[in-house]
């Protein structure tokens, strides 16, 4: 049990931080953010500032809770949520070709979606199952 | 589980809102709903686009990011990327008057950078945007003459802003002053109302030639007989130099002006 709580731990601080990573970039240049959005045209415009505005700040919160272990389960609730949804947006994006970045961390990465994406996607997934379902202590976070 | 569910919801609520009252703070903040895309008589061509850069007709606003500006823009384009939007604007103020018209661009493509740009500066005052919505990228690919590093202030031979007859009352009326460039006997025989006298080749200190009533952003209508170019932008480059942003050219001179019949004053310095 205290292996599962030191993983439990390190799943929080490598998810929760590559959160907050790709949050700040996002919140410093929400316009930039939205015209990523755009291009993935799975969205109506008018969401997109919307999205581009709020999202960051969800993943920020979040984010910093995992790290933290404040309310850890349902930060890691509300990041599985995300990441399912950056799934589809990835397959999505792949399935019609299209030549955008994935805009994960903003706009300083070039590259465009691909595999290396999802399998990342897939991984924050699998730590935040791993934060929701590891074995409750009765005790309070540290 | 139940807690938890409803939990992972504050934790998503709670952010947004913070992230809406940032954004409203946000100097660098955007518009909740994106402004609509260009009217269709608002949108410049390729081939106009040409024609408007190589005649230096009128002021042309990169929306993109520094970096990308850097790169490579439109020649005599200002930078002008939307997240450093506050910190450039009042330089790009006292460089182009509200009245003027303006041309903004982005990558092209679905870009909605310039668009966004273009609302803000609507927001200022500035009524007569432009897009050209094919953007660096037609460009670049047409093989246009390009222009690369960073935006630099125009202090020196920087493209004069042209005013006409119409802006030369619009911009007095609202305070600011014609600077009468021909020598001072033309001068006392007749220039245009509240003019001050600087001379071609004046030697002294221009600040004291304006005196304490002009502020550095104060708008400066440079003008002489007619398409004075050479002296205006002297004189231009000196004042900027100093200090004094707001340097128009009226290319029509005190010849058009007076045939016109606007309002003119005789007489030395008041």
């Known amino acids: 049990v205290k292996a599962l709580k030191v993983l439990e731990i390190l799943s929080g601080l490598a998810v929760g931080g590559i959160f907050i990573y790709a949050a700040w970039s996002k919140i410093l240049d929400p316009g930039e953010f939205s015209g990523l959005i755009g291009a993935y045209k799975l969205f109506p415009r008018w969401s997109l500032n919307l999205i581009a505005i709020t999202l960051p700040w969800v993943e920020m919160v979040a984010g910093v809770m995992m790290v933290t272990g404040i309310f850890r389960r349902p930060a890691s609730l509300a990041v599985l949520a995300l990441c399912v949804g950056f799934l589809f947006s990835l397959g999505w994006a792949m399935h019609h070709g299209y030549d955008i970045s994935c805009g994960c961390f903003g706009g300083e990465t070039e590259h465009k979606v691909g595999w290396s994406d999802i399998i990342r996607d897939l991984l924050l997934i699998a730590g935040c199952l791993f934060c929701l379902f590891a074995p409750k202590k009765r005790r309070a976070l540290v | ?270």
């Not at chain 2, 432009?130 to 047409?142: D, Q, V």
């Not at chain 2, 600011?176 to 220039?191: C, K, N, Q, T, Y």
């Not at chain 2, 600087?198 to 003008?223: F, K, N, Q, R, W």
Request: with cysteine; glycine share 10%.
């Open chain 2, 1 to 270: 589980m139940k807690k938890t569910i409803l939990l992972a919801l504050l934790i998503s609520i709670i952010p947004s809102l913070m992230g809406l009252a940032f954004n409203a703070v946000n100097p660098g903040g955007i518009p909740l709903i994106p402004p609509p895309p260009p009217e269709k008589d608002r949108i410049v061509d390729f081939q106009q686009m040409v024609f408007i850069v190589s005649n230096d007709q009128l002021t042309v606003v990169d929306a993109r990011r520094h970096q990308d500006y850097d790169e490579g823009h439109i020649p005599g384009a200002f930078s002008m990327p939307e997240d450093d939007f506050e910190r450039l604007y009042a330089e790009f103020n006292a460089w182009v008057h509200e009245s003027e018209r303006i041309v903004v661009y982005c990558q092209g493509g679905d870009c909605e950078s310039s668009i966004n740009l273009a609302w803000k500066l609507k927001g200022r005052g500035y009524a007569d945007i432009m897009h050209y919505t094919g953007g660096f990228h037609e460009w670049e690919e047409a093989g246009q003459e390009i222009e690369y590093g960073p935006w630099e202030p125009p202090f020196e031979d920087a493209p004069l802003i042209q005013v006409d007859l119409g802006l030369m009352n619009t911009m007095m009326a609202e305070g600011a002053i014609a600077i009468d460039l021909r020598d001072p006997v033309s001068f006392e025989a007749g220039h245009i109302r509240g003019a001050v006298n600087i001379p071609a080749g004046y030697s002294g200190d221009p600040a004291e030639a304006l005196g304490d009533e002009v502020y550095s952003d104060t708008d400066l209508l440079l003008y002489g007989e007619a398409e004075d170019w050479d002296a205006a932008g002297e004189l231009a480059n000196v004042l900027r130099s100093i200090g004094f942003t707001g340097a128009h050219f009226y290319p029509g001179g005190y010849q058009e002006w007076e045939a016109a019949g606007e309002e003119i004053e005789t007489g030395g310095a008041s």
